[in-house]
Structure formats: C-alpha cells, structure tokens
C-alpha cells in the first residue's frame, strides 16, 4: 500500500482551516481491550476509583507465578517467592507447563496496570500491590501441595498482604489440618482470603476446600448477563458473593491478552474490590472488609444461597454504602471451628479439692467356739432349715389325708345313688 504523506505546511493550513470552519475532531476509537473488560462498567469498578483504585494495599497472589516481562505489571509486583521448588526465587518465573498463565491471567484482573491510560488490560485494583507466589499444580512439583499453600500463606501474611487470593480448589471438602494453621495465622494478623469456588465445568460439582474453611469469602461465578454460570461455576453453601467468570480477559506470561472463563477469574475480581474497600477504610478489620463486600450486593431475584451467595459485586457500593459495623466475620469462625471439630483444645483438669478420710480397720471374725462335725446339725441348721422343713411336711401330709377322705365320702354318695329303683311307681297289692 502506499502512503501518501502531506507536508507540514500543508497539513498545518489543513488543520486550522477545519478547525475555523467549526468541524468537530474526530472521536478517539475505545481500546478494545479495555472495552472488553465490561466488568469494569457493569459492577461499579469505575465509580469506585472516583474514590479510591487501591493504592496503599497489597494482593498477595497464591498461583503458578506473575510473569516479569508483561508491560501491565510494570511496577505493580512488590515482592514474592517459589513454594513449589521447580519456580524462581522471586516467584516471577510462571511454573508448570500446562497452567503456567494463570498466575498472570489472575493477577492481571486484580490488578493490572494497563499499557496507557485509557488502553491496555487494567485491574480491578490498578493502583494496589501484587505478590507473587509460585505454586505448582498436580505433579508439577514434588512438594505436597499442601504444604506450598500453607508456607505460602504463612510468608503472604509475614510480608504485608492485606488481601490473598486463591483461584483453585481441591474438590474435596475436608483439607490438611497444617491448613488450620495457616489460614488462622492469616486470620488472626487481619488478612481477608478470598477463594474460587471453582467450575463444574473442570469437574467441580460442589464446592471444595479451601472454598469450605471458615472465614473466606468464597466467589461463586456468573455469565454476562448475571445469571450462575453452567459451566464456569459450581454451588455450595459457603459462597459468599458472586462475580463475573464468563468472557474474561487475561495477560498471559507472554503479554498476549486471551479470553478465558472460570470461578480463578471471577476471584481475583472481588480481591480487587477487598483493595479498594481497604484503601477507602484503611482502619476497617477484615472481617468488616468482607461484610461490607457481602451487605452492599445486589440480590439476585428468587437466586438461591447455594448459587449465588448475597449476590452480585458492586464495588462502588462497597467503597461508598453505609454499613454497620460487625464484630465477628460473617463467612464463619476458624478457630471455634478447630476447637471444635478437631479438638485443639482440651477443657480444664478438675483438681481433687476433697481431703482424703481414714476409715479405721475392722475388727478381726470371731472364730468358731467349739470344734464340732461338719455332719451334725447346728443350732442354725435347726432353727432354719429342720424344723421349717419337718413342719410344712407334716402340713402337706394332713392336708393329702384330708382330701383323701373327702374324696371317698363323694364316692360313697355317688354309688348310693344308683342303688334306687329306676321306675318309682306305686306299691304292690
């Protein structure tokens, strides 16, 4: 093709002739990444970050790793570590050759930078830190896996996350007591955990640990138009909120921007929101973090608890609603959990408070008085046994005697009856 290129001169005569007679400048084309990201838009993001876009706030994100090389992490990776053993030091070399990018696609949703202003993929969370943690999936590593999750956690908490997000799940309910430690060490230093509730389509049909631990705020998806999503989602009663997990976008380890669906997008999307709402209240615990989120959604009309969780996101609600304030997390208690179920603590010893009593010793059994054979009755034997016996046996016999002269009597009276005459008519002439 060939361009044709006007002088300076030109085009300058050009432009200020358009200019004077009044013509309007063209309208700038939308990015189509950004435009994309209807999220953004649709669940109040935008107008959140009229008030705050997280600055101040760290997301510590637990995953296969953040690519360096992504002009939309430019400055947003604070610090990090490998966990999996097979990973880069720093947590910046994505591990595992199948899930390598989704450590980058979930990072980039909570907290992008964007190639520009107005272009590029941006985050939820755009002016909030990123940790990057490396984990390994399935054998990607021969560290058990729930051990990386729990030195994970433990190191997330230890170098200032305010938020850690956790896009996967182990599809079963129950997990590793080490996990009570960890996510009760998180607990208690006041970092909200945001969790998956992972897809049916990747074979999830309930929701499985982590989603099920007390205390996180579990992330349920939704389709475009906010309606659960089939395939990209799953149920259970521990869904707290409900996010976009359909038509995502994603910045690959590569720097590609892909589409991909999932309950590991739509999480990362409320840890954005957890930012935000921590930025805006930087004195709010987290357990008021995760209530705020919850008590500003949108209620899905005749939507069920199992699906849906409160709701649907608002994120501007969430920075700007008034909400009373609550004094225990809404998504449960972990540590009554663990006393509870797994018997960490024992109730208190009674201590014996009642002084022992001496109880003097019988004296010793008299012996037998005389000696006498054990053949001959005794004066026991007699009074209890022989003259009991020999009197109910005389009883008996009177008795029997009794009964045999009444019986004879009877029979002498019968046959006296049938001696009389059969015919009992007049006497003879």
Do not use: C
Not at 300 to 325: M, Q
Not at 330 to 337: I, N
Not at 355 to 365: C, D, F, Q, S
């Amino acid at each position: 093709m060939i361009r044709r290129v006007l002088p300076a001169a030109v085009a300058a005569a050009l432009a200020v002739t358009l200019l004077t007679a009044g013509a309007a400048a063209p309208e700038p084309t939308p990015d189509p990444i950004r435009a994309a990201e209807y999220w953004l838009e649709d669940y109040g993001v935008t107008e959140a970050w009229k008030t705050t876009r997280g600055a101040g706030t760290t997301i510590a994100i637990i995953d296969t790793g953040i690519a360096r090389d992504p002009e939309e992490f430019a400055g947003a990776v604070a610090g990090g570590a490998d966990f999996s053993g097979v990973g880069a030091s720093d947590g910046r070399s994505p591990v595992g050759a199948v899930d390598a990018n989704h450590g980058s696609w979930v990072a980039s949703l909570a907290a992008a930078r964007g190639t520009g202003e107005d272009t590029g993929m941006i985050g939820v969370a755009p002016a909030a830190k990123l940790l990057s943690l490396s984990v390994g999936f399935g054998a990607t590593s021969s560290v058990p896996f729930v051990d990386q999750v729990a030195e994970a956690m433990h190191w997330a908490v230890d170098h200032g996350a305010d938020v850690i997000n956790l896009s996967f799940t182990t599809n079963t309910l129950d997990w590793d007591r080490s996990w009570d430690d960890a996510f009760l060490y998180a607990y208690e230093h006041d970092v909200v955990v945001v969790v998956a509730a992972g897809n049916r389509g990747s074979g999830t049909d309930r929701v499985g640990a982590p989603a099920t631990i007390p205390g996180v705020l579990t992330v349920g998806g939704v389709d475009k138009t906010g309606k659960a999503s089939v395939e990209a989602s799953t149920q259970g009663i521990t869904i707290g909120i409900s996010a976009p997990s359909e038509q995502l976008r994603g910045v690959s380890a590569d720097g590609r921007v892909v589409s991909w669906n999932g309950t590991s997008g739509a999480a990362p999307i409320v840890a954005g929101i957890a930012a935000l709402v921590r930025s805006a209240y930087p004195d709010l615990d987290a357990a008021n973090v995760i209530n705020r989120i919850i008590r500003t959604a949108t209620a899905v009309p005749n939507g069920s608890r199992a699906l849906y969780g409160y709701g649907l996101i608002d994120a501007e609600a969430a920075v700007s609603a008034d909400v009373a304030a609550v004094t225990t997390n809404p998504m449960g208690d972990l540590k009554e959990w663990v006393r509870v179920n797994r018997r960490a603590e024992a109730g208190p010893q009674a201590t014996p408070t009642v002084t022992p009593v001496t109880v003097e010793a019988l004296p010793p059994a008299e012996g037998p008085t005389e000696r006498s054979s054990s053949l001959l009755p005794s004066a026991e034997t007699l009074r209890y046994g022989t003259v009991p016996l020999v009197g109910a046996t005389l009883t008996a016999i009177l008795v029997a005697l009794g009964v045999t002269a009444a019986a004879r009597r009877v029979r002498s009276a019968r046959n006296s009856a049938r001696a009389e005459p059969l015919n009992q008519g007049a006497p003879p002439q």
